[in-house]
């Protein structure tokens, strides 16, 4: 009913307090970033689970090191955010603020009560999507707070983030996309969120498959796959859930309350050259995490045994800096599934629970 859907999304909402990305400033006259999954029709004067909380991003390690989510976590509304799906929708809304080597970014954070507070960190995906956070971030300015906490609530702050004098984004269709993810350290989250910036002063990327460095140990393979055999039973039954005709009924109705709309732009059709194909090859690289230490998986034995080389397979199979690690989101939106229907249906008017 109605109300168990309501009290289900309560037992899974377990964090009980967040922050916002509503805009990230960088060159002067640029667009501005949004935090990906950000709406603005969620309300900011307000500090409940429902809807205040609703597209605050939830980033932990333990998430990402169990192949739950990937590099930029997921909201309670939509479950894992799919960071090339979101650059390219922005793209095609011309919502991505552009960037140089040493830019300085105004991100304004809103704090929707004591848990989403500072200090916040930024790290910084050069390819965009390949999971490998290259470089830390220096963050000055920072919102106010210890651990994640402080006595404020439904107040934006602005915090300055600087871009490196090495920055060399190679990412997403344009070939010149950073992913920029920044979170706090509060307990119950950490809080945060990723958007994209567009470097204008390099020349853009134009990648070719033999040329893509991405790789994978053996063992963090074995054991992604003994995972997702463990995970697919469940991810299949929350994805027939999501897509019943009460699922739908729920989605819809949830979607037609929120103001979030995609600008749809037809990709173009391309060829690589001969030339680029078979030759060259590329040396393997592993990919590699932020310096900062990752917390251990604790849900299942083989999630700590992937969670070792996991920022891995989002980048791994798929490595290429042009919306890569869509392989694995797709299936992370199918492991999300559980979050989505139970947390999105709050608005049907009326609504059985789904038998599995």
Not at 36 to 59: E, L
Not at 202 to 222: D, G, M, P, R, V
Request: charged fraction near 15%; include cysteine; aromatic fraction near 4%.
């Amino acid at each position: 009913m109605y109300t168990s859907i309501l009290f289900q999304a309560a037992l899974l909402s377990v964090a009980q307090a967040h922050g916002v990305i509503l805009a990230a400033q960088g060159i002067a006259g640029s667009p501005a970033s949004v935090g990906f999954k950000v709406d603005d029709a969620i309300a900011r004067n307000c500090t409940g689970i429902s809807p205040c909380q609703q597209d605050t991003t939830i980033i932990r390690d333990s998430e990402i090191a169990a192949n739950i989510v990937n590099e930029c976590g997921r909201t309670e509304l939509s479950g894992n955010i799919d960071v090339g799906e979101n650059t390219e929708n922005a793209l095609s809304a011309n919502a991505v603020t552009k960037v140089k080597a040493g830019t300085l970014m105004t991100v304004t954070i809103h704090q929707v009560n004591a848990d989403g507070a500072g200090p916040y960190t930024c790290d910084l995906d050069q390819t965009s999507n390949a999971g490998v956070i290259s470089q830390n971030l220096t963050v000055t300015n920072n919102v106010p707070g210890v651990n994640g906490l402080s006595q404020a609530k439904t107040q934006d702050f602005n915090i300055t983030v600087q871009m490196p004098d090495n920055l060399a984004c190679t990412g997403a269709s344009t070939g010149n996309i950073c992913t920029v993810r920044c979170r706090n350290n509060a307990v119950a989250g950490p809080f945060g969120g990723c958007f994209a910036v567009q470097q204008t002063d390099i020349a853009a990327s134009n990648n070719s498959a033999n040329t893509i460095s991405t790789a994978q140990t053996l063992k963090a393979i074995e054991a992604q796959v003994q995972e997702n055999n463990v995970d697919l039973p469940v991810a299949v039954a929350a994805n027939q859930a999501a897509g019943s005709a009460d699922g739908v009924k729920g989605f819809n109705g949830a979607n037609a309350l929120l103001s979030a709309s995609i600008t749809s732009k037809a990709a173009p059709v391309m060829t690589l050259a001969v030339e680029n194909v078979g030759v060259n090859a590329a040396v393997a690289s592993t990919t590699t995490t932020s310096s900062t230490s990752s917390a251990k998986a604790t849900a299942t034995t083989a999630a700590k045994g992937n969670g070792k080389g996991n920022a891995n397979a989002k980048g791994n199979a798929n490595g290429n800096g042009n919306g890569n690690g869509n392989g694995r989101n797709n299936n992370n939106k199918a492991r999300g599934s559980s979050l989505k229907w139970a947390s999105r249906l709050f608005a049907a008017d009326s609504w059985e629970e789904p038998s599995n």
